[in-house]
């Protein structure tokens, strides 16, 4: 929970207080009290319950501890192995081999093939397959387009000899 919604239900808060019968200077207070929030309203209550801590901590003694600092950063996404040549060829061939079983999805091949991003005219060269020299972009796009159209093909014609269901 955030300051910003404890703020919204003490702001709800306050005509219940009136209708209750509570005076005009405790309505007002909690309307002050919301207000005197708008600062905090980024915070966590855990992180505001700290300040409150240490703020009466100042407030009895003069004196002012600064919080430990913990900086806790996001993981980093572990870097993609960079694959040889021959490594890239034989996940190219794999997927181009798998691309009629039914349990390979679009998007995995999309996923296998973003591991290819490097190396791509030899790939390309080594599986025999003619590509725009325009850049690493179109050469991928091509060779993803390769396998995805025999996956497709053979889904398209899967049924269509005397097979039934």
């Known amino acids: 929970m955030t300051v910003a919604e404890l703020q919204r239900f003490l702001g709800n808060f306050v005509p219940f ?13 909690l309307d002050r009290t919301v207000t005197c929030l ?28 600064v919080p430990e600092r913990t900086t806790t950063r996001a993981p980093r996404a572990p ?14 061939r794999d ?37 725009p020299v325009k850049g690493k972009a179109q050469i991928l796009e091509e060779l993803t387009r390769r396998i995805k159209e025999l996956k497709a093909s053979h889904e398209r014609t899967q049924f269509r000899f005397g097979a039934t269901a």
Do not use: C, W
């Not at 009136?18 to 309505?27: I, T």
């Open 95 to 131: 997927l181009h081999a798998r691309a009629t079983d039914p349990a390979l999805s679009f998007a995995d091949i999309d996923q296998k093939m973003r591991l290819l991003d490097k190396q791509l005219k030899q790939l390309a060269a080594q599986v025999e397959v003619t590509v």
């Open 17 to 29: 207080a009136k209708a209750a019968g509570a005076s005009d200077k405790a309505s007002a207070e």
């Open 79 to 92: 870097k993609v192995p960079k694959l040889t040549v021959e490594e890239a060829v034989n996940l190219y």
């Open 38 to 65: 708008e600062p905090f309203k980024e915070k966590s209550l855990a992180e505001f319950n700290d300040f409150l801590r240490r703020a009466d901590e100042y407030d009895r003694t003069g004196k002012l501890t």
